[in-house]
């Protein structure tokens, strides 16, 4: 009981941080644009773990441990896919969008960025991308909900539905006010905060399981394979199909809009390659010690026959409990509250702008100013919120499940049109339309197929392939071939004098 109202002192004291913070942010937050990209003036560090905070989400604490401690080293690849796709996302991306996304007319949104690339007076691009951003958002945002049903069910024994509840509140509360700055600013303590906990608890656990190599030999003796990269828990080789699966991981940094929009926030393309640094070593350190983690608490476990571990996403909150004081506990699970928060905000924030901007102000009422613009994204903030808790209100929904298929979605749909956007003058509208309706729908399409017996027995072990790969092909050589085809039937100018290829060769 005592230690209870101790981590209730401790969760209250950071809800009233990020709450300040949310209300410092409103006060810099005059206007649309503000609103949604807080004036593009992000900093290297605050752009770095913005992104890798927001990116990284309760999976982090919860889903990847878990799939560690089932697992074993087999989470390898998955880690190995996160860290290469976070490098090469802001090696490849990051500069020139921050380039482009502000030659094009400022653009605010990934849809706009898209609109104002291919001169789309149409919109339909615009409404296509903002529609596919609605439909993943809403199963990531109740993905990060479900982790704080499960983390406030595991701490305070409180029912999980009130458990999401709560925790949708307690986004939607500075994001409704403080837009982007909130945001990121949220996500840099949320980040640093995070970090700490995947350093101090995997060392207390290997420290109290008797060191590395005590860990290390217990698993093995335990079951070898769980030590071996290229096995399955049950000793079985790992096939191509799974390793490339979870190395696939890695193609979904390119499409996702919330991380996306680090990069158009940046105060500076001379910024970039320090933010670069810091977000990779970021991210290496913080799967490591969710590795770390996953192992030791197999060991604990083992060795602590009274300690029961229902559901293996909840090794993280078990070790906390069972190897820190109250108040100190407290900290380290406000780590998976910061992380579940870091990537619920951001994706509402994405979500409202691609509302208000992109659907509402850009399609339906193009004479709405900035406070009605304002106004709108931030009730649409609430009733996203609302949509994502009715979705999340399953207690029995698996956190890393539902980040991949949002993953995958977004991963599929915009990573290679924004990709080939960026270095191939020759790509359409009509190109981009093809990869992002292609995408999309493979990522669907074999999700539904994936669990159907009659297809399995015709394509065999293949469906088993992670969605976003197949997606991710097929919607590349449909950019690729539509838009030679429209070069081919028509001359189809691309840029004009204002070439966003000019002005980043001119950087």
């Not at 490339?244 to 970039?272: E, N, T, V």
């Not at 609430?382 to 539902?402: D, G, K, Q, T, Y």
């Not at 309706?437 to 469906?463: A, R, Y």
């Amino acid at each position: 009981m005592q230690g209870n109202i101790t981590i209730s002192i401790t969760f209250f004291t950071y809800f009233m941080v990020m709450l300040w913070i949310g209300y410092e942010a409103y006060r810099r937050t005059s206007t649309s644009a503000d609103y949604f990209l807080g004036g593009r003036s992000l900093g290297p560090w605050t752009a770095a773990l913005s992104a890798g905070a927001s990116d990284m989400s309760g999976w982090l604490l919860l889903g990847l441990p878990g799939f560690a401690f089932v697992s074993g080293l087999e989470a390898f690849w998955l880690g190995a896919g996160l860290l290469l796709g976070t490098w090469l996302n802001w090696l490849f991306v990051a500069k020139r969008l921050r380039i482009y996304s502000e030659s094009l007319s400022d653009s605010l949104t990934l849809s706009e960025y898209f609109s104002n690339r291919f001169k789309d007076r149409s919109n339909i691009l615009q409404l296509l991308s903002a529609v596919f951003i609605l439909l993943f958002f809403l199963f990531y945002t109740s993905s990060g909900l479900v982790a704080g049903g499960k983390l406030f069910e595991t701490a305070f024994g409180m029912d999980y539905h009130w458990a999401v509840i709560i925790g949708a509140i307690s986004v939607i509360s500075y994001t409704l006010f403080g837009g982007f700055l909130a945001v990121c600013w949220t996500d840099l303590v949320q980040g640093l905060l995070m970090s700490v906990a995947l350093i101090v608890v995997p060392l207390f656990a290997v420290d109290i399981c008797g060191g590395v190599t005590h860990v290390v030999e217990s698993i093995q003796l335990k079951n070898p394979a769980l030590m071996d990269i290229f096995t399955d828990k049950y000793g079985q080789p790992l096939s191509i199909i799974s390793i490339l699966s979870l190395l696939g991981w890695g193609l979904g940094y390119f499409g996702q809009p919330h991380i996306l929009a680090r990069f158009k926030g940046i105060r500076s393309a001379k910024d970039i390659p320090v933010a670069r640094r810091i977000a990779v070593v970021w991210t290496g350190f913080c799967i490591v010690g969710a590795f770390l983690v996953g192992l030791a608490g197999m060991v604990y476990v083992d060795a602590n026959p009274g300690v029961v571990l229902e559901d293996s996403e909840q090794i993280f909150m078990l070790l906390v409990n069972q190897l820190f004081n109250p108040v100190v506990a407290g900290i380290l699970l406000a780590a998976i509250l910061a992380a579940i928060m870091s990537t619920a905000d951001s994706q509402l924030l994405v979500c409202s702008t691609a509302f208000a901007e992109d659907i509402y102000r850009d399609i339906f009422r193009k004479e709405a100013d900035q406070k009605e613009v304002l106004l709108v994204g931030r009730i649409s903030v609430v009733v996203i919120s609302v949509i994502a808790c009715l979705l999340a209100m399953n207690p029995e929904s698996n956190v890393l499940e539902l980040v991949s298929y949002a993953w995958a979605g977004f991963g599929a749909a915009f990573g290679p049109a924004l990709l080939i956007s960026l270095f191939w003058r020759r790509m359409t509208r009509n190109g981009a339309l093809a990869g992002i309706v292609v995408g999309g729908l493979t990522v669907l399409v074999w999700k539904l197929l994936s669990t159907e017996p009659v297809w399995q027995q015709m394509v065999g072990d293949w469906f088993k392939l992670y969605e976003i790969i197949p997606g991710f092909a097929f919607s590349a050589i449909a950019i690729v071939a539509v838009s030679l085809l429209d070069s081919y039937v028509s001359e189809n100018p691309l840029v004009g004098e204002c070439s966003p290829f000019d002005k980043m060769e001119s950087s």
